[in-house]
């Protein structure tokens, strides 16, 4: 069936460090790929997506490119910031043309000044 | 893009009571979801509510426990009926859009059953 397994949290680190936050899914055919962002007390939002085979999503600095050959759609960003801290989910949307997504654990991310 | 609201925004419950949560949205839109998110963990869908039809519901969630309603395009809501503690979670609805390709959350309803 269809899963996406991301990296554990949580994550703690200081400002201007590069994060990299690991997803591995999968899925039969050619799911779309997202990355979601839950701030404290927000809902859900879209950070980055990619639907196809090495296609790659970038929003706020942060990017991830769908690598097929993986199954992998890691999540990284150059330089964090305090306001980067948040809840970061990968997710996949295995049809085209639906959204009942499939949702990793989620990855609490700790940024220190 | 779509606005989406939830009410209320978190509610304390005593076991065995019912809950109803309303999601209203700001344009109108075929389908909407409605996920739980228990704590500590990942969302998972509970039901898909299409207008003018029942809601589909996923595996291990029925209609008798999470009974929704879809009476027009731009609202729904979710009741969580006969609560217990294993009930407390976020609760989250989402829409999509014709010209989007991705789905949209509301802030999300955090229950907690005492």
């Known amino acids: 069936g269809n899963s996406v397994t991301q990296m554990e949290g949580p994550v703690t680190l200081s400002e201007e460090a590069f994060l990299t936050i690991n997803c591995t899914y999968t899925?039969?055919?050619?799911?779309?790929l997202f990355w979601y962002v839950q701030y404290p007390g927000e809902g859900l939002q879209l950070l980055l997506k990619?639907?196809?085979?090495?296609d790659k999503g970038s929003n706020k600095g942060f990017e991830a490119t769908y690598r097929k050959e993986t199954t992998s759609f890691h999540l990284e960003k150059g330089s964090v910031q305090v306001s980067d801290s948040a809840v970061y989910f990968c997710?996949?949307?295995?049809?085209?043309?639906?959204?009942?997504?499939?949702f990793g654990t989620g990855t609490r991310l700790k940024v220190l000044a | 893009s779509a606005v989406i609201s939830q009410k209320p925004s978190r509610d304390i419950c005593q076991r065995g009571t019912s809950l109803t949560i309303q999601c209203q949205v700001d344009s109108q839109v075929t389908m909407m979801f409605w996920y739980r998110q228990q704590p500590g963990q990942s969302l998972t869908l509970i039901a898909t509510?299409?207008?003018?039809?029942?809601?589909?519901?996923e595996s291990g969630f029925v209609i008798d426990k999470f009974p929704i309603s879809r009476p027009n395009l731009t609202f729904s809501t979710l009741t969580v009926s006969n609560m217990s503690p294993e009930d407390s979670s976020i609760y989250l609805c989402s829409v999509d859009l014709p010209e989007n390709t991705e789905a949209f959350f509301g802030q999300g309803t955090r229950l907690t059953v005492v």
């Open positions: 509510a299409n207008q003018g039809s029942e809601a589909t519901y």
């Open positions: 899925a039969t055919g050619y799911p779309s």
């Open positions: 990619a639907t196809k085979a090495d």
């Open positions: 997710a996949l949307s295995p049809k085209s043309g639906t959204y009942k997504y499939i």
